[in-house]
């Protein structure tokens, strides 16, 4: 499986960003898909997924109300639109993706992905 992540840039404070990611290699696979991003110098942490079957999705408290994560169960495609965007969100965001079953909080823990995209960077601006 390999995952294309596109979307990204530069954006000030307050302004928005779409990225997107999609999923290829497996015909009939259903997927959780996340987004983990990392800032310079800092840990990796989580910022949103989706079971791409049920809908369902989980977002970090740092993005609830601003971030919103969407998916194409038929395309194996998620996109994460954030509004309101900080220059504390300023990070290389990655996205990533598997086919076991994960729910509610552990949605969030990235050792239950298995596979991952490239990053994308995200620059926020003051």
């Known amino acids: 499986v390999q995952l294309q992540a596109s979307g990204g840039g530069s954006v000030q404070a307050g302004g928005s960003l779409r990225l997107s990611c999609a999923a290829s290699?497996?015909?009939?696979?259903?997927?959780?898909m996340g987004w983990f991003r990392q800032a310079p110098g800092k840990e990796r942490e989580f910022v949103t997924a989706?079971?791409?079957?049920?809908?369902?999705?989980y977002y970090a408290d740092s993005v609830k109300g601003r971030f919103t994560i969407s998916g194409d169960n038929a395309k194996n495609t998620a996109a994460l639109q954030m509004n309101s965007l900080k220059p504390e969100d300023t990070a290389v965001y990655s996205c990533?993706?598997?086919?076991?079953?994960?729910?509610?909080?552990?949605?969030?823990?990235?050792?239950?992905?298995?596979?991952w995209g490239q990053g994308t960077l995200v620059t926020v601006s003051s």
């Open positions: 990533a993706a598997t086919e076991r079953v994960v729910h509610g909080i552990f949605m969030g823990v990235a050792g239950a992905y298995d596979y």
């Open positions: 290699g497996r015909a009939s696979s259903s997927y959780v």
């Open positions: 989706i079971n791409l079957s049920s809908g369902n999705t």
